[in-house]
C-alpha cells in the first residue's frame, strides 16, 4: 500500500467508503454484518487505513457498522475514522452537539479523524456560518474532539473556491474521476485546493462503480491500442485519480472481496507513474463514452433515500446506462424488473433537491420508462 504524509501521519492511499455496503436484504438498513466485517479487515491487513462513513450513510447504520467492526476487532487505534455531519436541517446549536455526541456512540470512539460537513454548497455553507459552524467546529477541534476539519462538496467551482477561502480547513472531500474533470470542482478545483494547502480525499474515482463494468470491442480495441489490455478499468481509473499530487487518498465503496483486492493492488502499483499510454487512453475513452445518451448518476442514492414514494430511481437509471452502454435493452430490463421495483414517481421533485449532480430527476424518469416501455 502506498501512503500520502498528511500532518505528520501516514494515510493510505485507498480508502474505504462505507458507502456501499453489503445488503442482506432489499432495505439500506440491511447491513450483512459478516461480510462487511470480513471485507474491512481484510481491507486493513492489506493496509488500508482511511475509512469513510457519514450520518445518514445506509439509513444511520453505516456508523454503527463500522463502529461494531473496529471495536469487535480491537483495531480502532489502526484506522482513521472519517465521518460527516449533516447540514441539511441541522445548524442549531442543540442540534450540533447532540448529532456528534450520536455519532461517536455509534462509531464507538472517543474522537474522530476526519470530521466533514456534508454535502456543502454556497449557500449552505453561508448559513452554516451564520449559526456558528466554524466556532463549533473550532471548539471540537480544541477539545481533541475531531483532528481535522473539512467538508464534502457538490456544487460549481466558484462556490467550491468560496467555501475554500472562508475558513481554515485541513482537507476537502470532492468528486472527481477521468470523466467528472470538468464537473463540479474538477481538475481546477483540485489544484485550487492543493495551491491552498488543502488536502483533497476523493469521491467516485470509479463514477459509483460505472468506470470500472465498462467493457466491449471498443473498449477492448483502445486498450490493445495503448498496450493496456493486461489492465482492468478499475485499475486504470482509481491510477488516474491517484496520479494526482493533491489527492490525499481515494474511496472506494467496496462490497466484495475481489473489490478490496484489485483496489489494493492498484493503490500499492503507484512507484510506476501513470503513463502516457494511460492517460491517452483515458482521454480517447472520455470522449468514446460522453458521444453515448446515458444518464449522468453515480448512484449515490440520495434520491432513493429521500424519496417519499420510495421510487426505485438509482436502479431504473442503472438499468438505463447498462443498455445505452452495452446494447442490453432486454437484459437490462429483465435483470431490473424482475425484483419489482416501484417505478411510480409523483413529480414531487424532492429528489431534485438532494441530487449531487442535479439531475432533473423526474424528467429522467419519464425518459428512462419510455426507453424500457414501462406504463
Not at 158 to 180: E, R, V
Request: proline residues 2%; charged residues 25%; negative net charge.
Amino acid at each position: 500500500m502506498e501512503y500520502t504524509n498528511f500532518k505528520g501521519n501516514k494515510i493510505s492511499k485507498l480508502g474505504f467508503g462505507f458507502m456501499r455496503l453489503p445488503q442482506s436484504g432489499p432495505q439500506q438498513t440491511n447491513i450483512d454484518m459478516d461480510k462487511t466485517e470480513k471485507i474491512a479487515m481484510r481491507a486493513i491487513e492489506l493496509g488500508v487505513n482511511y475509512f469513510d462513513s457519514a450520518y445518514f450513510y445506509h439509513g444511520g447504520k453505516s456508523e454503527v457498522a463500522l463502529g461494531e467492526v473496529l471495536s469487535k476487532n480491537g483495531v480502532r487505534d489502526k484506522v482513521n475514522i472519517a465521518t460527516k455531519y449533516p447540514m441539511f436541517g441541522h445548524l442549531s446549536q442543540g442540534n450540533m452537539d447532540s448529532i456528534f455526541e450520536d455519532q461517536l456512540s455509534r462509531l464507538k470512539t472517543d474522537y474522530i479523524d476526519f470530521y466533514l460537513l456534508h454535502g456543502l454548497r454556497g449557500q449552505l455553507w453561508d448559513d452554516g456560518v451564520e449559526k456558528g459552524m466554524p466556532q463549533f467546529l473550532d471548539k471540537l477541534k480544541a477539545e481533541g474532539r475531531i483532528r481535522h476539519a473539512g467538508f464534502s462538496f457538490h456544487d460549481s467551482l466558484d462556490n467550491f473556491k468560496h467555501i475554500i477561502d472562508s475558513y481554515n480547513w485541513d482537507f476537502c472531500q470532492i468528486q472527481f474521476n477521468f470523466m467528472d474533470v470538468d464537473i463540479q470542482a474538477g481538475l481546477e478545483g483540485l489544484r485550487y485546493a492543493g495551491s491552498k494547502g488543502v488536502s483533497v480525499v476523493v469521491m467516485e474515482p470509479l463514477k459509483g462503480g460505472q468506470l470500472a463494468s465498462i467493457s466491449g470491442e471498443n473498449v477492448d480495441t483502445l486498450k490493445a491500442k495503448y498496450g493496456l489490455s493486461h489492465m482492468s478499468m478499475a485499475q486504470i481509473a482509481l491510477r488516474f485519480v491517484l496520479s494526482h499530487d493533491e489527492v490525499l487518498t481515494a474511496l472506494s465503496g467496496m462490497n466484495e472481496m475481489s473489490q478490496v483486492e484489485e483496489n489494493a493492488i492498484s493503490a500499492s502499483s503507484l512507484a510506476t507513474s501513470f503513463s502516457d499510454s494511460e492517460r491517452q487512453f483515458c482521454t480517447e475513452l472520455k470522449d468514446m463514452l460522453e458521444s453515448l445518451n446515458t444518464i449522468d448518476c453515480t448512484s449515490c442514492r440520495y434520491c432513493s433515500e429521500e424519496c417519499p414514494n420510495e421510487v426505485a430511481i438509482t436502479q431504473l437509471f442503472s438499468a438505463y446506462n447498462n443498455a445505452i452502454r452495452y446494447n442490453s435493452r432486454e437484459i437490462s430490463a429483465r435483470n431490473m424488473l424482475r425484483m419489482g421495483p416501484n417505478l411510480d414517481c409523483s413529480e414531487c421533485r424532492t429528489c431534485v433537491d438532494v441530487c449531487p449532480q442535479q439531475l432533473d430527476i423526474p424528467e429522467l424518469i419519464k425518459k428512462a420508462k419510455d426507453y424500457f416501455a414501462i406504463t
